[in-house]
């Protein structure tokens, strides 16, 4: 992104004057071309009596060198001193022409005397107001300097036709009383030109400004656009704090910027993101808030502002900062919802005061760097909060289960023990069911966080969906052959293939299965139908069972909700299959949809992308 400084450059005349030194040469081949057909048709037409030969030569040696001036007019830099002086020296130069012009078309009172006003009024459109005064005040001495030497005998050669050299009542004027008036003209000129060329400078002014203040709003909309997308893409704090401090220099046009973090203790502040500065000063030490003050007050919710970095009692590394050059600063701080969390510095080459506005853009930049650090915290723990969840739930599966098993053990062969009665019997057969409860309930848990781990994408394997389905439709085959359901599976012969973890495929099928078999009565009827549509793979799981009521239908799949229709069958069930199946399908990129009417059945369909090996789509 192009720096931006905040000073408005003060180029009305500078911004165009490249352009305006080219017209001003293209007006002079007019110029010159215009001597020569003048001299022509004033000699063959009008027929006054003027020195062909030195008038040809005037008009050829104003387009000759008139051509150097374009030469050199493409070899500098639009740099405006150098264009001013190029003005200067064109001017000088037709001057010397329109002297020896004026010498032999009638010397001072000959009409080309005019021409001086020419002149001036482009010097109004050229340069400053002072030199157009300067510019009129030569072409008076110059014409000045023409008149003495004619009351001294020196005359134009040859002498013009008085009648057409002169309107009728200027003739008969003295040359000195002449010389006046036209300096009086060339004054006029001069004031009129420079005055409507000041109006328009004033307004071009104003535009620029105006244009200026849009670009460094689209500019810092820009940057907030930018660092806002990275803020929400990336948990990577250190690559969005760096281009916060980028943006922050360059939007301010300063030397450099860096952003400074409380450590853990919170007494010492760290880099968080840097620009501009040197590795020596970055690794000058830490900054010991204490000894900070200007850290302090900024932390304390003020803006800071400091004209002499170097001379400022506040700063703790003085003499560093000095050495790096840095001599105006900015600071404010980094305010979070959690409340201060760091400084923002900007600094300046040159002594600088920062304007309130960029006061208020370096804030915004820093509530954006605040945002990125405590969302980059809160996924952190997050992240902390998932991994001690699912050890939690690993360390509930060991330690609940071993002893778990035993108990079904003992309950297993306290039948065989001896005689028992039936009140007997039935405790030994709901405490059974009571455990069997309890394995589901830890395998669900399980799922669930499986489900919600972290992806990874260098475990993901190519699974060929109807291996994957095997063991899946032979436990439902089994299930439904016991329970008296009729079941089917209908898969294509192509292997379809997906990209993802086999373990999880296998839990979002056994479980869409395992629940139809259940809620599904004797002589009912679940069918599984796998099939291809463009790049996706469809599978439907149908059951003609009892079905989910319209305002349950939602509620199954946020975990721990069971129907009332499936609680009366009798039938055991934690209320967390389809909410972990629905994380497992949009985990892998697919879409979930339920289809129900209570007591018609219910059906599930589940569409997931399908993996083209790289050597199949190549």
Same mark, same amino acid.
């Given at each position: ?188 000129? !001069? ?80 880099? %968080? ?27 304390? %919710? ?133 455990? !069997? ?85 004797? %002589? ?64 892998? %990129? ?14 599930? !369909? ?13």
């Amino acid at each position: 992104m192009t720096a931006f400084p905040v000073e408005l450059a003060l180029i009305p005349i500078e911004r165009e004057l490249q352009e305006r030194v080219t017209w001003f040469i293209r007006l002079r081949w007019l110029a010159g071309a215009g001597i020569l057909l003048g001299t022509w048709v004033a000699i063959f037409f009008v027929g006054l009596q003027l020195p062909a030969w030195p008038m040809i030569a005037i008009g050829l040696s104003v387009l000759v060198y008139n051509g150097f001036f374009e030469l050199y007019r493409r070899q500098i830099e639009a740099e405006p001193r150098s264009l001013k002086r190029f003005v200067f020296a064109q001017i000088g130069v037709d001057w010397m022409a329109l002297v020896v012009l004026i010498h032999y078309s009638g010397g001072i009172r000959s009409p080309v005397s005019l021409a001086f006003a020419f002149h001036l009024i482009i010097g109004a459109i050229l340069l400053s107001p002072r030199a157009c005064y300067v510019l009129a005040a030569c072409a008076s001495l110059l014409l000045g300097t023409g008149t003495l030497l004619e009351s001294l005998g020196l005359k134009p050669l040859p002498p013009v036709q008085e009648s057409l050299t002169l309107p009728p009542g200027l003739a008969d004027l003295p040359g000195f009383h002449y010389w006046i008036v036209l300096s009086g003209f060339f004054l006029v000129t !001069t004031f009129l030109a420079t005055s409507i060329t000041a109006r328009l400078r004033e307004k071009e002014e104003a535009l620029y400004s105006s244009e200026q203040a849009v670009e460094r709003a689209y500019q810092e909309m820009q940057a907030l656009y930018q660092i806002g997308q990275v803020v929400n893409s990336t948990l990577d704090t250190k690559e969005v704090l760096g281009l916060i401090a980028e943006h922050a220099a360059r939007l301010l046009g300063r030397k450099a910027c860096f952003i400074r973090l409380f450590d853990e203790s919170g007494t010492r502040l760290y880099i %968080g993101g840097a620009y501009g500065l040197s590795e020596e000063y970055l690794n000058k030490g830490p900054v010991e808030v204490s000894k900070s003050l200007i850290d302090l007050e900024a932390l304390s %919710g003020g803006v800071i502002q400091v004209l002499e970095v170097a001379e400022d009692p506040r700063f703790q590394y003085r003499e560093e900062a000095r050495r790096e050059g840095l001599r105006s600063v900015l600071c404010v701080p980094l305010s979070g919802k959690s409340g201060v969390l760091g400084v923002i510095r900007v600094y300046s080459a040159q002594p600088h005061e920062f304007s309130e506005q960029e006061q208020h853009l370096l804030l915004n930049l820093a509530n954006l760097g605040a945002v990125a650090i405590e969302n980059a915290r809160a996924y952190a723990e997050l992240e902390a909060l998932n991994r001690e969840r699912t050890w939690f739930a690993r360390m509930t599966h060991h330690q609940l289960r071993a002893p778990l098993a035993a108990i079904q053990g003992v309950l297993d062969a306290l039948p065989y023990a001896g005689d028992l009665n039936e009140k007997q019997l039935d405790l030994i057969a709901r405490s059974s069911r009571r455990i !069997t409860d309890t394995f589901d309930m830890i395998r669900d848990l399980l799922d669930l966080a499986a489900a919600q781990r972290p992806l990874e994408d260098e475990a993901r394997e190519q699974v060929f969906l109807q291996e994957a389905l095997r063991r899946a439709i032979e436990t439902a085959r089994e299930r439904a052959g016991t329970k008296g359901v009729d079941f089917s599976a209908d898969l294509p012969k192509e292997e379809l293939a997906l990209l993802g973890y086999a373990a999880d495929i296998d839990r979002i099928f056994s479980n869409l299965l395992d629940n139809a078999i259940k809620y599904t009565p004797v %002589g009912g009827r679940v069918t599984l139908l796998v099939k291809r549509e463009n790049g996706d793979v469809r599978v439907e799981v149908s059951d003609t069972g009892i079905g989910i009521s319209g305002e349950e239908q939602e509620k199954v799949f946020e975990g721990f909700y069971r129907t009332q229709t499936a609680k009366a069958t009798g039938e055991i069930g934690t209320g967390l299959g389809l909410s972990i199946v629905k994380r497992l399908v949009e985990r892998w %990129g697919g879409s979930m949809t339920l289809r129900s009417s209570q007591g018609k059945g219910t059906s599930f !369909t589940i569409v997931l992308p399908v993996h083209e090996p790289a050597s199949e789509s190549s």
